[in-house]
């Protein structure tokens, strides 16, 4: 019996720059129609958008 999680990554599936940048407007989207633009954006969540930046810039 196989008990490799389902989501496990072993490498062999990458997402593609594309399909990624999809996924984090649909997010981004999402967070600004919950959260409403009266609001500010928490400083957790500040500092989080702000290193998947840097880590996205690092990677280009």
Do not use: H, K, V, Y
Not at 12 to 21: H, I, K, S, V
Not at 36 to 53: F, V
């Amino acid at each position: 019996m196989d008990m490799t999680s389902p989501f496990s990554n072993d490498g062999d599936d990458e997402m593609d720059r594309t399909t990624a940048a999809a996924i984090c407007n649909a997010i981004a989207e999402r967070l600004r129609r919950d959260m409403g633009t009266d609001e500010p954006m928490p400083s957790r969540l500040q500092m989080l958008l702000s290193e998947l930046r840097q880590r996205d810039d690092e990677g280009a």
